[in-house]
């Protein structure tokens, strides 16, 4: 092996961790703000739909890029889709974590609008994402 294979492989690795950081950093700051009881929220003038589709939108896309880091000869489509089914599966545990919040309840609302979100973000990935090399 040579130096500068180790060093690019090094430079995967490093990215392929990161990744999964932000991932998961992202992933505990969508459970900690469900952990706020609902008394405590405070009082916005949007939507709490679009606030949901703006959030999972941005987990799809993260979940897009870390896919594509840890798995880079997959097909861009089965990381999209696979990458969407998780968002809602995240989206579902969030709901039924909420159950147990006070003043917080699952609504199948929610999980619809973390759903568009996470297909939107992952159409959207599987679109332009192979022309703009920072999204990958």
Known sequence: MSMQSSVQESSQRYQVVWRWVLLGGYAACIFALSSIPGQA????????????????????????????????TWPRSRIALLSLLAAI??????????????????????????????????????????HWTWLR
Not at 50 to 57: R, S
């Open 41 to 72: 929220l405070p009082d916005v003038r949007v939507s709490d739909k679009l606030i949901h589709t703006g959030e999972y939108g941005l987990l799809g896309l993260l979940m897009c890029r870390v896919l594509t880091a840890q798995l880079p």
């Open 89 to 130: 599966c995240y989206g579902a545990t969030d709901e039924f974590h909420q159950l147990f919040v006070p003043a917080r309840a699952a609504e199948l609302a929610d999980l619809a609008a973390d759903s568009l979100g996470a297909a939107l973000a992952a159409w959207g990935w599987l679109k332009v994402g192979a």
